[in-house]
């Protein structure tokens, strides 16, 4: 097994939190829609996160929708004082499901209220614009207007700050040319790497990134290589990815979600892995 290490923690809008974070989608129903299938369970893993030493929690009033919402309000309010609550607007679910773009300023301005309303708060820590341009990836568009009006709601005291969801390198420099950005939330994973060279830049902005997906979302990560080094240390596979990526870069946060205790708990853990140098060049290797 890895050796143990103390969590270490970044600055995200104004404090300092944990890098081993919650991300809630999983909490909804089947394709983050509608009600989970044990709405009990749902509120023991937000109380058990806490537990374990979880203060940050990602979320949007579009996963459910509303349902992640009111079920991290249930099971955490009156939210303690150290705990940052991160959201997303920009989309908004039809009644099938489906994902759409929710992207002119009233359509902004209806979403910030509605994770107001839902989550029991009068102000929102961090939301962040999802860019819907292409649902999968980054992909080039202008995002002025939206910020803008993100500019013109923190001015207004219902949001402390921004940041940006699925974005190009590009975006960023806009929206940080009309609003200070605090994090930047994409893809990126032990075998999914394209944001290297944008880790780094922010990092020395001193901007946190949280991957979203960090152990592959609705599929997996799948590598031999990786479960033949968990198997040798005696750790589970999603366990280590979540700790390379941890070791990748200190302005990493971690979001992994999970409708499961017993998960919840494998993950906190891997915040405490110290990765050896062989052990660290073999993950680099298998996303090469």
């Known amino acids: 097994m890895p050796n143990r290490k103390p969590t270490s923690t970044y600055e995200l809008a104004g404090r300092q939190v944990n890098r081993m974070g919650y991300g809630a989608m999983q909490l909804a129903g089947p394709g983050v829609f509608g009600p989970p299938k044990d709405r ?28 992640t919402n009111q079920i991290i309000r249930e099971a955490l309010h009156p939210y303690a004082p150290n705990l940052t609550i991160v959201t997303k607007v920009g ?85 940080r040319r009309i609003v200070p950005i605090v994090c930047v939330q994409n893809h990126y994973n032990l075998v999914h790497r394209d944001d290297d060279a944008l880790i780094d830049t922010l990092a020395a902005q001193g901007i946190a990134y949280v991957p979203f997906f960090p152990l592959g979302g609705f599929t997996p990560i799948q590598s031999a290589a990786l479960s033949s080094l968990s ?34 708990r494998e993950n906190v853990a891997a915040a405490q892995f110290e990765l050896a140098d062989d052990v660290l060049a073999a993950l680099d290797a298998i996303g090469r």
Request: aromatic letters at 4%; a negative charge.
């Open 91 to 175: 989309a908004v679910r039809d009644d099938k499901g489906a994902w759409l773009p929710a992207l002119e300023p009233a359509d902004i301005e209806r979403a910030v209220h509605d994770n107001l309303r839902n989550l029991g708060l009068d102000v929102l820590d961090v939301v962040n614009l999802r860019i819907m341009g292409d649902v999968h990836k980054p992909s080039e568009g202008p995002v002025e207007k939206q910020f803008e009006t993100l500019a013109a709601l923190r001015e207004r005291g219902l949001v402390r700050e921004v940041g940006l969801s699925n974005a190009t390198a590009a975006q960023i420099a806009a929206a």
């Open 40 to 67: 009990a369970a749902a509120v023991a893993v937000l109380r058990e996160a806490l537990a374990l030493g979880v203060d940050h929690i990602d979320t949007s009033d579009f996963y459910g929708p509303h349902v």
């Open 231 to 264: 198997g040798r240390l005696g750790v589970t596979p999603m366990a280590l990815a979540l700790a390379w990526l941890l070791r990748r870069s200190p302005n990493i946060l971690l979001i992994p979600g999970t409708s499961s205790v017993a998960h919840l």
